[in-house]
């Protein structure tokens, strides 16, 4: 099974057993889609069933089954949560998730090895793809620059020309 980070809980909150939490996602209603989420404790996964959920000032504000207190909940503060890469919402054809990006071949359209992808930064403008291989390289997720990606075959195709010195 596959473990796929969702976010990260910031600190807790009030004294009823409240968690702040950084969802990575985008689309933030797909988080109420869950109905468990995952944390690692020691070398096994807890399952956490979600009890409610609002979403105020770019965190959600959780509270889970069967926990009541900020003492009950405060060895999550600082872990990532997860999820079941098969509790994924379906993607469209064409379509990726973030993590399915790191560690993809990335290759000019000339055929050039550039390095593998070791993540994206989220920027106000466009996603940047940084690519580490002989240096690193920033690489803007945006038409014209990025051809095609082929997470099946482990390959992504840019086109860095004026990028690269």
């Known amino acids: 099974m596959k473990w796929i980070p ?5 600190s807790t909150f009030g004294i009823r057993g409240e968690l ?4 990575y996602n985008e689309v933030k209603e797909e988080l109420l889609d869950y109905t468990s989420l995952f944390a690692l404790k020691g070398s096994e996964f807890l399952e ?8 105020r000032k770019r965190l959600f504000y959780v509270s889970f089954q069967g926990f009541s207190t900020v003492e ?3 060895f999550l503060v600082g872990k990532e949560l997860f999820v079941r890469e098969e509790d994924l919402p379906r ?10 990006l790191i560690g993809l071949e990335v290759t000019t359209v000339q055929g050039s090895r550039l390095g593998k992808v070791r993540s994206l ?6 996603d940047i793809l940084v690519v580490e291989g ?14 095609d990606i082929d ?4 390959t992504v195709r840019v086109d860095v020309e004026g990028l690269i010195p």
């Not at 969702?6 to 910031?10: A, D, F, I, L, Q």
């Not at 002989?134 to 051809?147: Q, T």
């Open 151 to 154: 997470v099946s075959g482990g």
């Open 121 to 126: 930064m989220h920027t106000g403008a466009s």
């Open 20 to 23: 702040k939490f950084h969802y």
């Open 48 to 55: 956490l069933k979600p009890e409610g959920a609002r979403y």
């Open 72 to 74: 009950e909940v405060s």
């Open 91 to 100: 993607l469209e054809e064409g379509e990726y998730y973030e993590y399915q």
């Open 6 to 10: 969702v976010g990260r809980v910031v």
């Open 134 to 147: 002989e240096s690193e390289l920033m690489i803007p997720m945006v038409e014209g620059f990025i051809i």
